[in-house]
């Protein structure tokens, strides 16, 4: 067999297993492209009965349940520890609170953060916003003015409307030590409960 024969199999191979590597489910939702993370904060002052309403579904409080002593059966039953604290543990983080290590996101964890990093904690605590919508520096200071909003524009900075089964996959997946086994995610189902993500409030314009 000539080298060439031998060679351009295995470089098609390499390939492959290039693209498999790169496809794999990252556990994280990921920035768009360049975009930073601005906190719900950055949202709520445009969009403030979505962030009212938020704040009470179990997304927000998604930090919580990695507290010592939090969601004991739940816990017991995925043979987790009732008394570690997970708050700590970056495993739990990326999937519990909002950009965990990206610029603007929750700070990765370390012995002492500084007073930029504590404020960056209290705002991205939980699943917020831009787990779902996309990091939004880019799209979220577009434009105040309603009559010139464009969809096309936004989404083209990075925001994700309409939400699809891939914006929330990166969390919903069998990585989840409580979640169902087999692992099922209805994502139809699982995007109508308005309890779970935030009340509606109709557009105030067609785009
Ligand atoms: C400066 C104000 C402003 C900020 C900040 C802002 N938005 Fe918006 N957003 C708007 C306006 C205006 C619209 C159009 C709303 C309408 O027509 O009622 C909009 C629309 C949207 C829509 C619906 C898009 C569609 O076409 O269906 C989503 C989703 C959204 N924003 C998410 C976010 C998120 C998440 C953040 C925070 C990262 C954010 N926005 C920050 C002003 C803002
Ligand atoms: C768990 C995922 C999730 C989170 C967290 C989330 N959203 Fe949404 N958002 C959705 C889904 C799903 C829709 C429905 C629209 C669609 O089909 O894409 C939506 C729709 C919207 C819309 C369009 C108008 C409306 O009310 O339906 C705006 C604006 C919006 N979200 C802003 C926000 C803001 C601001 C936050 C944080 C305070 C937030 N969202 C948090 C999933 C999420
Ligand atoms: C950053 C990770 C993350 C993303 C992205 C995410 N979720 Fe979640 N979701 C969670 C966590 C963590 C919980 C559990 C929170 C708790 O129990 O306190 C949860 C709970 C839920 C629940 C309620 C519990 C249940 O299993 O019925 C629903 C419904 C849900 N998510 C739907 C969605 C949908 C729909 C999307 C995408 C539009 C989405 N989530 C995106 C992490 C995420
Ligand atoms: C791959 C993302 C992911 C990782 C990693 C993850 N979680 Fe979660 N967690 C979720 C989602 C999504 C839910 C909602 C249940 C479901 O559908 O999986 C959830 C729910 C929970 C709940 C609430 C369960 C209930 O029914 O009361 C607890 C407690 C929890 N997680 C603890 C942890 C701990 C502790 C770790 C780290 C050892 C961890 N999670 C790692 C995604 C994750």
């Known amino acids: 067999m000539s080298r060439r024969a031998i060679l351009v199999p295995l470089l098609a191979l390499a390939g492959v297993l290039a693209v498999l590597a790169f496809a ?16 719900q904060k950055g949202c709520k002052k445009c969009h403030f009965k979505q962030a009212k309403s938020w704040k009470k579904t179990v997304h927000a409080k998604a930090l919580d349940c990695l507290k010592p002593g939090a969601n004991a059966e ?3 039953k995925a043979g987790l520890s009732v008394d570690t604290d ?5 495993k739990c983080l990326k999937c519990h609170v909002t950009g965990y290590g990206q610029t603007g996101g929750y700070p990765e964890v370390k012995d002492a953060w500084n007073e930029d990093e504590q ?18 520096s880019k799209y979220g200071p577009y434009k105040k003015d309603h009559e010139e909003y464009k969809r096309a524009d936004v989404v083209a900075l990075g925001l ?5 089964a891939d914006n929330c996959t990166g969390c919903h997946n069998k990585n989840s030590p409580t979640g169902p086994k087999p692992y ?9 409960n308005a309890e779970a993500i935030h009340a509606h409030v109709p557009l105030k314009h067609e785009h």
């Open 86 to 90: 997970y708050t700590k543990d970056p």
């Open 184 to 192: 099922v995610f209805d994502f139809e189902k699982m995007k109508a």
């Open 160 to 164: 994700a409307v309409p939400v699809t």
């Open 24 to 39: 794999r489910p990252e556990p994280v939702a990921c920035a768009a492209d360049g975009a930073d993370f601005l906190s």
């Open 119 to 136: 404020k960056l904690a209290k705002n991205n605590g939980g699943v917020g916003c831009e787990s779902c919508h996309g990091a939004g």
């Open 74 to 76: 739940a816990k017991t």
